[in-house]
């Protein structure tokens, strides 16, 4: 269960980032 | 109130006032890349890094590039973070053998995430009865040292926006990075931490010490490195103590002179700041313009809490019990402060850790009187813009200058100016999407955590529904679940109390607050920064609203405030706000 959870979490928070990178771009094109 | 407690509260600031200039100008020369005194000493140190990692001193990047840094930074730290804290068991400098059962990965998620982002929000019962010597050093430690650089490069970026013009670069996150650790908060910690070693906290690798009590019971005292990680915890606006209690521990903070130091070293670098910005800005009346801001909504915080909390509770006065203070008593409401502090020094340090998105505490919030909680409540719903953490407070309070001049500009029907730059509509979007996103992260959050049914003994929440975790009913229960998510968002990290938060369900959704109200919020000002830099500055005339004086400071007081009272007074009155009706009617939760 721990390491599924552990890529869980690792996932979650890459994803955050990934977004905010998008984001960014967004906002330059804004 | 008392007169001691006057005199604590005046000589605070008016040492704050002293300091505000060198240090300000100090770090002037230091993001200008002018030699400083501490050249001839660390000059080598800040080479060695650039060789080291292959980044070029002369090298600027656009806004996004600086964002991109940012974020590849920040990634790379959530992970080493992450994975150090994981795997403790196998690593040195643990002689607590702390393992891997003593942090799930809900909890390394919310720790790595709360040490990235400067927020240092612990969900953990006390690192001294979870982390390793090496995880409070490696991952803790260094976090509080680089996220604390991180957001003050963010602010000398946007800074550079307002200077600059018709440039497309905003400097480089790198170099900024490193002469923040290098100049600023690596000497700062290390005298710091010297003057704590002297009224007392421990700096030591031991194992911890067996004692037995006079009870004949057996009693362990925790050791290890504090002094290091407090100075940087309240250097860095991080907040994250060595031991659970916080600031509240003899060990981390010993004497009545130790907790006036940590207060200052909390505003020093903040305060500072918005001199740096009049400096490099080329006008030091408008960053003691910015100055004059926070210190009012400083003083009206610290009036309105010290007076509540100095007060107590009417209840106990009416039981016939004295509340007044007197020659051999502090009166007032001194549940959940230490006795070494008082009442004063109490509500100043609240007041003063949730100004700036610190989040270190000596006493409990939770026990504070409605009102007296209402104002560290209400500082952080602020965005913490009140001198605000270490870089974040600085470019908070860059977000509200922008949207009072536009105010200003809309009454008098004038295209807004600020430093010289034209306030247009990119700029706004931006300082508006950045409120909205930590405003929604706050409320959203904290509605569906009011309503959100669990199974007991479910993974996400093992009590049942996450209202189960609150151990306060009523208003005083929502204004736990609400300050929880505020002290996420606004990066604070400070408890209210009174809220098991460990929990999978707690520890994923405070850890997202933690990343939006960090990345949402400084990413459209990094998108500002590039916006001003590329903008001409044009040239002053009599039709241009002057920043540098008291009607600007006055509406922005008023923006801040109204921005604040607006997006949040629902809430509040759902918590502290009925609550302290409540209990004038006898009702107390």
Known sequence: MSPMLDIFYIIIAILFFVASWAFTKACDKL | MTSLGLVQIVVYFLVLLAVTKPIGAYMARVFSGQRTFLHPLLRWLEVLFYKATGVREDLEQRWTQYAGALLSFSVFGFLLAYVLQRAQAYLPLNPQHFGTPNVSPDLAFNTAVSFVTN???????????????????????VQNFVSGAAGIAIAIALIRGFARQQMKTIGSFWVDLTRATVYLLLPLSFVGALVLCSQGVIQNLHPYTGATTVEGKTQTIAQGPVASQEAIKMVGTNGGGFFGANSAHPFENPTPLSNFIQMLMIFVIPSGLMYTFGKMVGDTRQGWALFAAASLMF??????????????????????????????????NMEGKETRFGIAASALFATITTDASCGAINGQHDSFTPIGGLVPLFNIMTGEVIFGGVGAGLYGILLFAIVAVFIAGLMVGRTPEYIGKKIEQKEVKMAMLAVIATAASILVFTAISAVIPFDKNSYWNSLGAATANVNNGGPHGFAEILYAYTSGTGNNGSAFGGINAATPWYNLTI???????????????????????????????????????????????????????????????????????????????
């Open chain 2, 511 to 589: 850890g997202l607050a933690m990343l939006i109200g960090r990345f949402l919020f400084l990413l459209p000002l990094l998108a500002v920064a590039g916006s001003l830099a590329a903008k001409k500055r044009v040239a002053t005339t009599t039709g241009t609203f002057p920043t540098h004086g008291g009607l600007f400071v006055g509406l922005l007081v008023g923006t801040v405030v109204i921005v604040g009272a607006l997006t949040y007074f629902p809430a509040l009155s759902l918590g502290p706000i009925v609550e302290h009706y409540l209990m004038h009617q006898g009702k107390v939760f």
């Open chain 2, 119 to 141: 927020t240092n929000w612990q969900s953990y019962s006390g690192g001294e009865s979870t982390f390793s010597y090496l995880v409070q050093m490696a991952a803790l430690t």
């Open chain 2, 299 to 332: 003083l009206i915080g610290v009036f309105v809490c010290y007076p509540a909390e100095q007060s107590g509770n009417p209840l106990i006065s009416r039981m016939g019990i004295e509340t007044s203070a007197t020659d051999t008593q502090p009166g007032g």
